[in-house]
């Protein structure tokens, strides 16, 4: 959930701005796979953060992992200002890049700079929370995430039309949130982490900094190669017109909505991974797999039925514009096929990295995105020009592929750690 929430600000704007029109939703496209980015480099690093110290609570080293803690927290901040720094630079000619123009280019530009200014805050919250998930405790991060997604909520319609401060409202309102969430996030690790953390356990040590960094950053560049790819598809999606990028983009906060909850899911599969195999409890490893990786298919089949039959239910939640909405609807009855898949890869991948194993997860959506999908989706649409549709199919054979892949990867790891001493 707390990861789920924390895409949710991205969603929350984008159901608020959609009533602007579609070039404002055109923007919060656009602006998509860059605040995709930020998350991206976030949650990866809480990844190396959660794996690490998860192990060495399971290894019963409550002082290493305290250290660890300390770590991972400088390495986020670290990693937000280097990320604030290339936003920075780069921002207006990699927007140019993607195909954003005039008016949704200016307002996708002023969304992402003072989302980028946040990333301090975004980072050290989710580090934070990480700690508390590591421990077990995955009710208090929840708490910091609701309380930041329900502020975020209330801000945004009074940033936005109140104050008649359009796109740029709703990240101002996305940073107050942020604040306010990490000071409660900070409040919590005070009174209620079993980790004491004090300089007293800080030690520097430049091969936890690795660890963390050897599973964060794989990671990070598993989430970072989505982004990429949207920009990629955003960039061939542009020539079809503002209404057909407007329902992409509508398309990609459902895609959300969907991947998100499997993410999280995962991520308690990381934490728990990490533990058993910590403890050396191999038989209790397996078994939680298997569960995992079952609960979120079956998430996944209900989505797609629920989103085949009734799919304006949930895309008025951001728009109202009938032409977005038409084209979103055909587009989404393909999509849906890709969440199945989708559920194992991220199943997969997730056990893996608390395993201690952050390289598969980097290699096996590295092909799922750029070896099939994008390389069928440029042919399809630039070579042949069809419909902008058979992007979801493109997207659904790079999903067969990486689920197919990820399976056989983690079956063989299990089967020798099973098989060892």
Request: glycine share 6%; with cysteine; hydrophobic share 55%.
């Amino acid at each position: 959930m707390a990861t789920l929430m924390q895409t949710m600000y991205n969603l929350v704007d984008t159901a608020y701005i959609g009533r602007l029109g579609a070039a404002p939703l055109a923007a919060l496209t656009f602006s998509f796979p860059l605040f995709f980015t930020l998350v991206s480099f976030n949650v990866g690093m809480g990844v190396g953060l959660n794996s690490t110290v998860a192990r060495l609570i399971g290894a019963g080293d409550e002082a290493a992992a305290a250290n660890t803690v300390l770590h991972g927290i400088a390495s986020s901040l670290l990693c937000a200002g280097v990320l604030f720094l290339l936003a920075e630079i780069f921002l207006n000619p990699l927007l140019t890049i993607l195909g954003a123009r005039a008016e949704v280019h200016r307002l996708a530009a002023d969304y992402m700079r003072i989302i980028a200014a946040g990333a301090f805050f975004m980072f050290a919250m989710y580090a934070i929370n990480c700690t508390f998930t590591a421990q077990g405790d995955t009710v208090t991060p929840m708490k910091v995430q609701f309380f930041t997604l329900l502020l975020n909520i209330v801000l945004d319609p009074l940033f936005i039309f109140t104050f008649n401060l359009g796109i740029t409202g709703a990240a101002i309102a996305t940073d107050i949130a942020l604040i306010c969430g990490l000071i409660l996030a900070i409040f919590f690790l005070q009174r209620r982490s079993a980790l004491r953390l004090s300089h007293k356990v800080w030690h520097f040590s430049l091969i936890t900094i690795k660890e963390i960094f050897a599973i964060g950053l794989p990671a990070s560049f598993t989430m970072l190669l989505m982004a990429i790819y949207m920009m990629g598809i955003n960039r061939m999606i542009s020539g079809y017109g503002t209404d057909t990028v407007a329902a992409l983009g509508l398309i990609t906060r459902l895609d959300s909505a969907v991947i998100i909850p499997m993410v999280a899911f995962s991520v308690a599969l990381l934490t728990l991974s990490a533990l058993f195999y910590g403890s050396r409890r191999y038989h209790l490893l397996n078994k939680i797999i298997v569960f995992a990786i079952l609960v979120n298919i079956s998430f996944a089949l209900l989505c797609s039925i629920t989103m085949f039959f009734w799919p304006q239910i949930f895309l008025r939640f951001f728009t109202n514009e009938a032409e977005p909405l038409r084209l979103a609807v055909s587009y989404l009855r393909l999509e849906i096929l890709s969440f199945p898949f989708l559920a194992i890869t991220i199943s997969c991948n997730r056990a893996l990295q608390g395993l201690g194993y952050g390289l598969p997860g980097l290699v096996i959506n590295g092909t799922r995105l750029f070896i099939v999908a994008l390389p069928l989706a440029a042919f399809f649409t630039i070579y042949c020009h069809y419909n902008f549709r058979m992007v979801a199919i493109a997207s659904l054979c790079g999903s067969i592929t990486s689920a197919t892949i990820a399976g056989i990867w983690l079956k063989k790891r299990l089967t020798i750690i099973l098989a060892g001493p």
